[in-house]
């Protein structure tokens, strides 16, 4: 990791970038996850890096959907582990959920290589392997799931998702918890709840709701989490950016 000085003004930002990089070069990050992380980077700079009202209280409500659910999975993909692996796994433990490597560009070797470097930073266990299920509506590989996992859970966390998957993970009548700095994307208006945050921002965030929920209620939970209306919260992040944007011109 290169030496980057703590004082440096952007020293989060490109903290990120060597990971990001360093994950790519060691198999863990598909190449055309540097230009996912760019377009995120760019949205997280128009909401100035930092986790917003909207994003914490979506962070909020996403904690009651996952207390809530019987078989809760986070899915991770190698963008997620190059930058918040302990916080994932910190999650899940705290749920309790399950972990799934689930890749758009799959691979045996990525999912391996993803598995064991969940496993070496303290995961029990971590599904995405045996895949001896499909989401239906998908092309092969980026269907692949686990029965146990992804294909029977009701309430999936899926930070950086595709559209797609997220869209047909709705149809199987599944909620989706996206995590997605562009509030634009197909996966963010797609999604049941929507995180517009970093992700390295949103896991330990919606860990701190957890912890906050864990003694409340399963009805008053699911009230939160029926009551979210996640198309309405989209639309006043969009309107938050373009008011900072006009504010800083
Ligand atoms: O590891 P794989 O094979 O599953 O591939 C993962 C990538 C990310 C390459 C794949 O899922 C992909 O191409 O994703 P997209 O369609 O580019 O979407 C990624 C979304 O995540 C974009 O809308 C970005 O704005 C957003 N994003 C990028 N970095 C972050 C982020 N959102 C939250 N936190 C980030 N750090």
Redesign the pocket.
Known sequence: MQDIPKSHPRYNSLM?REKISKAMQSGI??E??L???G???A??YLLGETTIKLADDAEKVAAAALLCANNPVISV???VVA?AAEECISLSESIPAKLEV?????TDE?INKIVNLLKNHGAKDVYGSTADAQIPGLDHNRGLCDKEGIFSAEVILV?????DRCQALRDMGKKVIA????PL?R??RTANITIV????R?VPNIEKWVTKLKDENKQTLDEMVDSWDNKKMLREVNSFISKRLNSLS
């Open positions: 990120m990050v598909h055309t996850g230009i996912a992380h377009r995120g980077e949205y997280d993909n190698g963008n930058l689930n890749l758009f560009h799959r990525r930070p950086l998702e595709d559209g995590i997605d700095l562009n994307s996966t963010a945050d970093n992700v390295t949103a």
